[in-house]
């Protein structure tokens, strides 16, 4: 007589044996911090729900530019995970310069503030490591994936950058296997806005390019986050290009209330060139109008910030404002998202960033705080904000209606009433993500 729980667990095994394998090969897992890591942890948990088994490869000894252990505890039980060890260049440059660990966050100074040093390793790592710093971990990749592969009678693979030359890996298999090929771009590769600054010879430049179109007319399926990055590839390849955004998921952590002052915070890193003038020029005019205004306002940045905008920002006046918090763990960044007045999102105004969505916008609109957001006119931020009214968008130059926001704001926050009313959230959620991943699959 055969128990149920042995016919159950038989079960069991026979809908794993009938889901489909995909393996997913990215460089940003736990327990690296940061909104890299997010998008793939996310679609890994769901993705078992439908009908794809999930296996993960990523480095055995990353060199990540931030650390955040409590992710670990957010890895799917239902996930395989590989690893091979990695070479990392950055490693061996901290030796010689703190600086590289600078870099490596993305932090880059301006060009007039930029030592030798800098200049060198920043030249270095633009025409040397094509297409990063990343890509000697391409060849001992392609070697083990290649057995595992057909070992395991896996049909499907992803790869997700930046960096980019996991993108390679990808390119080499589908070329040497003949596998289904999904190439997942979280951010631009060429127009990205780092890119510029990587001192690029023009024979680099022509390499970056040629190795980008390769990619894109490779891939079975290209994965985008964004309608002006779809564009864009549109104009490189006749390939199928899907637009899966990042997104929100339910997170359980409690919330302590909002803050008593009138709290501005910006979660995550703060580069040199996000620095809204504006922005410090409305709210230093408004201290010096507005008395009751000048007592409660806390500039509240909870990330890495740029030397170059802590400066900007004293200039105007308002040192006696900031609260300057560091990087902290994902979850102590949604308690600030969820008690703060108001979340700030600020993107380099440039015609190259209007594709970039930063994954934290996702987690600002379900948090019932307003955004303000600022960057290049026309961008997906700003398209999504009105899409879900979560949040009052604003050019470099917009200092009139920015500041009759900011008093608008003012004033519902005294009476109480300050939140967002937001819309059409659903459809942004991890869950209903991961459906439209897994059709691709």
């Known amino acids: 007589m055969t128990s149920f729980s042995s016919k159950n667990s038989r079960l069991q095994r026979m809908v794993k044996m009938d889901k489909k394998k995909v393996l997913i090969i990215t460089y940003y897992w736990p327990p690296a911090g940061g909104p890299g890591v997010q998008r793939w942890l996310k679609f890994v948990k769901y993705l078992p729900e439908f009908n794809v088994e999930p296996i993960v490869y990523c480095p055995e000894n990353p060199n990540y530019p931030l650390v955040d252990t409590s992710l670990v505890l957010e890895i799917s039980e239902e996930v395989t995970i590989i690893k091979q060890p990695i070479k990392e260049p950055y490693k061996l440059a901290s030796l010689f310069s703190r600086q590289s660990k600078v870099i490596s966050k993305g932090i880059i100074s301006s060009e007039k503030k930029q030592s030798f040093i800098e200049k060198l390793m920043l030249y270095v790592r633009g025409n040397f490591f094509i297409p990063d ?171 890495a910030v740029s030397d170059s905008v ?60 307003p955004i303000i957001g600022l960057g290049p006119k026309d961008s997906d931020v700003e398209a999504i904000l009105k899409d879900t009214n979560t949040g009052s968008y604003f050019g470099y130059d917009g200092y009139d209606e920015l500041k009759k926001t900011m008093r608008e704001h003012f004033k519902a926050f005294k009476t109480g009433n300050l ?23």
Do not use: C
């Open 419 to 441: 939140k967002s009313q937001p819309v059409n959230l659903q459809k942004y959620g991890r869950k209903s993500l991961t459906e439209t991943l897994s059709k691709l699959i």
């Open 310 to 369: 802590l400066k900007t920002i004293k200039s105007y006046g308002l040192n006696d404002h900031i609260r300057n918090k560091g990087y902290v763990s994902h979850k102590e960044a949604i308690r600030y998202q969820k008690k703060s007045q108001i979340l700030l999102l600020v993107e380099i105004d440039s015609e190259d960033t209007k594709a970039i969505i930063p994954g934290k916008l996702f987690e600002y609109m379900v948090s019932g705080r």
């Open 133 to 303: 710093a990343r890509k000697n971990w391409v060849k001992p990749s392609v070697s083990y994936l290649l057995e595992y592969i057909e070992k395991h009678k896996i049909e499907t693979i992803i790869t997700t950058g930046p960096p980019h030359s996991l993108h390679l890996i990808g390119l080499e298999l589908k070329m040497r296997l003949g596998v289904r090929w999904l190439a997942d771009f979280r951010d631009p590769w060429t127009t990205i806005g780092y890119h510029k600054q990587l001192r690029l010879t023009e024979a680099s430049k022509t390499k970056h390019k040629s190795l980008e179109k390769k990619v894109l007319n490779t891939a079975d399926d290209v994965i985008v986050t964004s309608n002006n990055t779809k564009l864009e590839f549109q104009q490189i390849t006749k390939q199928p290009i899907t637009v899966i955004t990042n997104g929100y998921d339910v997170e359980e952590v409690e919330a302590s209330g909002l803050d008593e002052n009138f709290s501005i915070s910006h979660i995550g890193s703060l580069l040199s060139k996000r620095n809204p003038e504006v922005l410090w020029q409305v709210l230093r005019d408004l201290t010096l109008e507005q008395k009751d205004f000048k007592e409660v306002l806390n500039i509240n940045f909870v990330g």
